[in-house]
């Protein structure tokens, strides 16, 4: 029930968000360009963005020739398939929860997970979708904001994660806790700035 308001809040402020988000995310385009060149998805290969927006990892995909986007907020998407048409990318974009994937089994060789982790509800049910979704030997691109795996958030931290919650993202998540729910392994992870903040972390199944 919480879940489900939730991801409506989220659809409500996404919308809302939607024609400022670009100005705000374009600050990240080198991580972008750091973790989709670790993911290296190939032509051919079938890849997945969740939580996708307004499609600002389409930039670095050009020469991916099988890409779907879902995301909970359809002025996200209409961005992003504006963005493709303009890429001329053929992109299959969707409204879908990120909790619950409307694909089959073991049909992705590849997730992008940008900005996602820390925003969907429920990061637990959204990483055993993705583990579900893809190929055996399938990989993740992971790039969030996450507490070090055995790091207590300190106050400033968790003061401030009252407001970032509403706003627009938990800051107090750890991926190790996330990815623990999974047989997913963590191949990479890399401090991707401010001061250990970021990161960029590669997954395999
Ligand atoms: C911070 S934005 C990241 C967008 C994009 N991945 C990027 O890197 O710029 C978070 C996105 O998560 C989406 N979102 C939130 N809850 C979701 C859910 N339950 N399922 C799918 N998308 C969701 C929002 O609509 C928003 O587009």
Redesign the pocket.
Known sequence: MRREW??RF??W???L??PL?DKL?QG?AAQ?RRSLGLLNPQPHERVL?????????LDFLVRCRHVSA????PA?LRQLSERAERLGMAVRAEV????KLEFPDESFDAV?????L?????PLA?IREVERVLKPGGRVAV?DKFLADRQRAPLWRRAGNLLARVV??DINRRLGDIVAVTKLQRIHDEDAGLGGFLHIALLRK
């Open positions: 939730t991801s989220n659809r402020r996404y919308d968000y939607a988000y995310a990240f972008r963005l969740i939580a996708a927006g307004t499609g600002l990892d879902i995301d909970i907020a996200m879908m929860d990120g909790q992008v997970l940008h900005l996602a820390a925003v969907i509800p429920d959204c790039f627009a993202t």
